[in-house]
């Protein structure tokens, strides 16, 4: 099942003029999402790529052009491409760059969605390295104390070597997706008191009206402040623009003006022992639980039982969904 | 009155060995926590300093020793040096590094209390310069969904140049300090449900039960995820003990055997324009507030009000405090 939707995906991008590799990569990274559970950012996001690549605000064959500005510090000009293929090649450039800085940085521009962070966080913990990425997106969220959309959801993902099982941190810094008060809506559910804001900067918990106000940040003054951080350290960096100005990915109507961030660290560089980091994540996990029934979890843990069960048990794709991607198949 | 503090605590560090540009940034890092507000890094933290001193457990001598393991990674031997000594040794040497490598990072480990981390995140921000800054601490934190305090309160801290009124975050990844814990104890007062757990790990509001316990996570799952990465991305890099095994922040029978990061990044090497990024933060601070009387702030505001405030009108030390330094002082 996994295997037919990505030949699917693959196809439908192959279809819209993107070279195969760049189709493959697209489509797994999309495929992933669904096996992590983590439909917001799965095949859903692909009929509105498709129709990106049609317009020309996204393309199928850029790869990126890439410049050292300094030894450790790697420019990147999406050029319109495929988020995760401009991405990709920044982080084959970083880790070629490793050996001799210990750590490099790629601020990018440009480049279309990057999609689920936890991606690229995972591949290059599985490779041995740590990564931090970070991306901004279209003004959601509002600051701590404030009524109005002025931050993205600016996600950071965090991946760290540890045996087998990997640290995989990936979270928005809003304290939910806007696709989940979307699901809410369409389910006729109202959300819970804090998550948003309606267009008048009421708190409100009919989805209807958090969807034309804003989304709180997560954990307060804290989540608002990392929020923040991320936002500005993209746009310092990128040179992309900030929220109240990103279009571009949710859309397609405009070219993708955000920006991502990868920075990768050779964990050889330093002086940690991989081995005791993997026993200390274990001891959590064996760490007395607040409830008995649910055992203490380590970020990335959730996301890999998740894609065992789909791998297992196979993918749910909603049928108006399933029937949107034949009829562009079909078309 | 500031200045009264600084040669005080100068005085007192002095006497104990501590060379007098190490007495002085020492002195000037614990009055600025009290300066800005956060008496829990302030002078508080002298008497405890100074016992560690005279047992050898911290040496006011050391510079630490640098070490360039790759172009952009500096190990760090602390030497059981003074943490500000160490850090801003740190930070010097990464700067001067940054014209050729744009990003570079430090990994501290055997180095005294680096206290409050704003600090030194504010210094990088008005010299232009992007600052990173985390930490590690005893074990205080329990995991989501945990019971067991297993985690530091590990702390980071940002610091983006933005003008008169730079950007500076610092935040421990705790719903709340140990201190904030043992001030409701001392009053008397209950705390909020959701700050910790008692011995046995049940949740509790009795501040006596909660210092015996768990401090709870920030920001339920994401905010335990970010305080995690911060203990591995510490451990794995400086080399320094996780939190479960850490000592000597808070006692005077140990070395200190946590981890400090800093990383440094020159946004003259990216693409960004810090006009742009002043302007933004000031339409942050021009939003629509949630309450009227309370305007949207962007994380360094509050210090520097406070700081202005207690320099007009003084800082008010706790009577026991300041008889125990004057003490100290005739001693």
Do not use: C
């Not at 559970?37 to 990126?64: F, I, N, T």
């Not at 008060?181 to 389910?187: K, P």
């Not at 804090?194 to 989304?215: C, F, M, N, R, Y």
């Amino acid at each position: 099942m996994p295997d037919q939707l990505r030949r699917l995906a693959t196809a439908l991008l192959e279809s819209r003029g993107v070279e195969p590799r760049a189709a493959a990569l697209q489509a797994d990274l999309l495929v992933e999402a669904e096996l992590r559970g983590l439909p917001s950012h799965g095949l859903q996001r692909l009929p509105l790529l498709l129709s990106r690549l049609e317009k020309g605000l996204a393309d199928g064959r850029a790869q990126g052009a890439f410049k050292w500005s300094r030894q450790a510090f790697l420019g990147v000009d999406g050029e319109r491409g495929l988020g995760p293929v401009v991405l990709m090649n920044a982080m084959q450039r970083l880790r070629q760059n490793l050996p001799e800085t210990g750590i490099a940085v790629a601020a990018i521009r440009n480049a279309n969605h990057i999609g689920m962070l936890a991606y690229y966080a995972e591949i290059a913990a599985r490779q041995g390295l740590i990564a931090i990425v970070m991306s901004t997106s279209e003004a959601l969220v509002h600051p701590f104390g404030g009524t109005e959309a002025m931050l993205g959801t600016n996600p950071v993902a965090i991946g760290i070597p540890a045996g087998e099982r990997p640290f995989v941190l990936d979270l928005a810094t809003s304290v939910v997706s806007m696709g989940k008060i979307r699901n809410h809506a369409l389910r006729g559910v109202p959300i819970p008191p804090g998550w948003a804001v309606d267009a008048h900067g009421k708190p409100t918990e009919d989805p209807l009206a958090a969807q034309s106000g804003a989304i709180a940040p997560f954990g307060d003054a804290k989540g608002y402040g990392l929020g923040l951080a991320i936002e500005l350290l993209v746009a310092a960096l990128a040179g992309s623009a900030l929220s109240p100005d990103v279009h571009g990915t949710l859309d397609d109507a405009h070219a993708a003006n955000k920006g991502d961030l990868l920075v990768l660290i050779d964990p050889a560089a330093g002086k940690g022992a991989a081995p005791a980091l993997t026993a200390y994540l274990d001891s959590l996990r064996l760490s007395r639980p607040l409830d008995p029934a649910r055992p203490v979890a380590v970020p990335g843990d959730g996301a890999r039982s998740r894609r065992a069960a789909a791998m297992a048990e196979g993918i749910t794709l909603p049928q108006p969904l399933f029937e949107q991607l034949m009829a562009l198949e079909a078309a």
